[in-house]
T-cell receptor, first 112, second 113 residues
């Protein structure tokens, strides 16, 4: 089945720096969603980008989508220690009946 | 957004026993899903909980091991049956809103000894 692959698996940066995470997928999608998970807790929905969109912003978050390359990126600008978490992409494909398939995630550590 | 409450938030269980996890949503939703997240791993879809009919299970998951109920449009339960240490995971309930976004509960962290 389709699965997003994310890189890097782990990322460590200093506070104030930007963090970029990438996600690749295999088949055509309706949309792609990004989530954050703080250690041991539920997932927080960050942003949804539809297949006909190329870029979307939400606060310090910027998401891009390149359907020709089947890839997406999540940029967090001016990172904070509170951004430390795991970040997952998830794809909703045309033939999946609304089910999301999750990538393996990127573990982000922001050092104060 | 959607407010999704899961109970229990965590539990420690003995091998061979069963545990039922409840998921309550603050509004009626059509699609409700159960995911599993094993330690250090990503999320894997267990099944789609269908209101008024049997759940639709993903490959590798069966009804005898993970029976699911969905009596109405705001509530579902997932039972983890005859547990073994390999079932130690976070189990997450999720729902779609009409915006296309999938929202999650806080999860139920299960440890099987």
């Amino acid at each position: 089945s389709q699965q997003g692959e994310e890189d890097p698996q782990a990322l460590s940066i200093q506070e104030g720096e930007n963090a970029t995470m990438n996600c690749s997928y295999k088949t055509s999608i309706n949309n792609l969603q990004w989530y954050r998970q703080n250690s041991g807790r539920g997932l927080v929905h960050l942003i949804l980008i539809r297949s006909n969109e190329r870029e979307k912003h939400s606060g310090r978050l910027r998401v891009t989508l390149d359907t020709s390359k089947k890839s997406s990126s999540l940029l967090i600008t001016a990172s904070r220690a509170a951004d430390t978490a795991s970040y997952f992409c998830a794809t909703d494909a045309w033939n999946q009946g609304g089910k999301l398939i999750f990538g393996q995630g990127t573990e982000l550590s922001v050092k104060p | 957004s959607a407010v999704i409450s899961q109970k229990p938030s965590r539990d420690i269980c003995q091998r061979g026993t069963s545990l039922t996890i409840q998921c309550q949503v603050d509004s009626q939703v059509t699609m409700m899903f159960w995911y599993r997240q094993q330690p250090g791993q990503s999320l894997t879809l267990i099944a789609t909980a269908n209101q008024g009919s049997e759940a639709t299970y993903e490959s590798g998951f069966v009804i005898d091991k993970f029976p699911i109920s969905r009596p109405n449009l705001t509530f579902s339960t997932l039972t983890v049956s005859n547990m073994s240490p390999e079932d130690s995971s976070i189990y997450l309930c999720s729902v779609y809103k009409n915006t296309g976004e999938l929202f999650f509960g806080e999860g139920s962290r299960l440890t099987v000894l």
